[in-house]
């Protein structure tokens, strides 16, 4: 696996955490929502900008998934600008749908046996765990700032 895959998986596994507690766990609209959202959007931009230069399903070519990639680009900024104009059922349609296409595009990439991620699950179980667990600490701490942010705002209002 080269250092951009697994930064890229990496990044994706992050994204894809802290997306989730956003969209149906966490509190909207706060403080901590904003930070954690902020990561969130570094995370997705990285994935998917990352994305071009890896042509592993197709060697040489572009795939499908770099549709997506292209789609994510436009997409993600147009909801973080409906955020900041009040917009908020398009931010919500726009994040929303980013969340579902990481976690299609993920699931296809982790679905094909000779990709990277399944083949290092299988040659080096322990490597792979300890990237599992380095990616729920970092999702973990992100969405543990968040919180403490969301906590001291409410203490000093």
């Known amino acids: 696996m080269t250092p951009l895959v697994a930064t890229h ?6 994204a894809l955490l802290v997306g989730g507690w956003q969209l149906f766990i966490g509190p909207r609209g706060t403080p901590g929502h ?15 900008a990352s994305s071009f230069w890896i042509r592993e399903i197709t060697p040489g070519s572009f795939s ?4 997506l990639s292209i789609v994510t680009l ?3 900024p147009l909801g973080v600008l ?12 726009a994040m929303t749908g980013n969340w579902i296409g990481l976690l299609g595009a993920g699931a296809a990439a982790s679905a094909i046996p000779e990709r990277d991620i399944p083949q290092l699950v299988v040659a080096d179980p322990v490597t792979a765990t300890l990237a599992a667990v380095m990616v729920v600490v970092l999702a973990a701490v992100v969405i543990g700032i968040g919180r403490v942010v969301d906590v001291a705002v409410v203490r000093d209002a």
Do not use: D, P
């Not at 998986?9 to 992050?14: D, G, I, K, S, W």
């Not at 499908?64 to 549709?67: D, I, N, Q, V, Y």
């Open 64 to 67: 499908a998934l770099h549709a």
């Open 9 to 14: 998986a990496f990044a994706a596994l992050v």
């Open 34 to 48: 904003r930070l954690a959202g902020r990561v969130w959007v570094v995370a997705i931009l990285f994935v998917a």
């Open 82 to 93: 409906g955020a900041r104009q009040g917009r908020i059922a398009s931010h919500r349609a």
């Open 74 to 76: 436009v997409t993600v």
